[in-house]
């Protein structure tokens, strides 16, 4: 279950395990060790849950310090095991930040899209995650682009105003940017396989996606400019 381990356990394994980009010898296994931080009520553990499960998961108890989930996929002949680890949003939580960050080789940058204050956290989401990890490879993510788009909870202007804000933050990020949507399953894999392309340097398999309304899918830090 994703919140069955006690912080004592995690930090217990993250310890063993301190390589998180670690290739194991025994099988051609890869574990590439993925945080997620954010503001509380965003939606980062509905997303993980979505992409270990498959399930949108609206009974998801608030995050008390961290949740951990694993998921193994297939990268041609290797196994990729993604190591997932989701801060609770709750200022409380920060002194967690270093589980989360050391050793990961990417970090999701997550925000709401229907709530602005949530994306002008992100610079400060990202410095304190650096002061951590220097290396590991940034993706910005919008969350909740089901009600983005919908014209009840946010006007036509108000998603371009957040779009191009989302463009100009994940500039200076150096980062790609994705809009995804838990409830239906609208960019959730796409996440891990910009993870995997940034990763290992692969040219990604699918096309960028930059008209505004629309999921954006920029993966190149500098397009849009
Ligand atoms: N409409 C919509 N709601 C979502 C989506 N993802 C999460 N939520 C809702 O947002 C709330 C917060 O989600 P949660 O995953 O607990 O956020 P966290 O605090 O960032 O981990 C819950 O009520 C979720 O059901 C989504 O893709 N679309
Ligand atoms: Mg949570």
């Not at 967690?96 to 956290?121: G, K």
């Not at 779009?163 to 960019?187: D, L, Y």
Request: one cysteine or more; proline letters at 3%; a neutral charge.
């Amino acid at each position: 279950m994703y919140s069955g381990r006690t912080s004592r356990e995690m930090m217990d394994s993250a310890m063993a395990d301190t390589t998180a980009y670690a290739e194991t010898e025994a099988d051609d296994e890869i574990v590439i060790k993925v945080g997620m931080l954010g503001d509380a009520q965003i939606g980062k553990t509905t997303l993980m849950v979505r992409y270990v499960f498959g399930q949108f998961d609206q009974t998801i108890v608030q995050t008390l310090g961290v949740n951990y989930l694993e998921k193994t996929i297939h990268l041609r002949n290797t196994r990729v095991r993604f190591s997932i680890w989701d801060l609770g949003g709750e200022r409380e939580f920060l002194n967690m930040l270093p589980l989360v960050c050391s050793d990961s080789s990417a970090i999701l940058f997550l925000f709401d899209l229907t709530r602005r204050d949530t994306l002008n956290s992100i610079p400060q989401w990202f410095r304190q995650a650096r002061a951590f990890n220097g290396s590991a490879v940034p993706i910005l993510v919008g969350t909740k682009y089901d009600k983005f788009v919908d014209d009840l909870w946010v006007s036509k202007e108000e998603r371009y105003v957040v779009t191009e804000q989302a463009r100009a933050v994940a500039r200076a990020m150096q980062a790609p940017v994705i809009f995804c949507s838990s409830m239906h399953s609208i960019n959730v894999k796409s996440i891990f396989k910009i993870v995997l392309s940034k990763t290992f340097d692969l040219r990604p398999n699918f096309e960028e996606i930059k008209e505004i309304g629309a999921p954006i899918l920029e993966f190149n830090p500098r397009s849009g400019i």
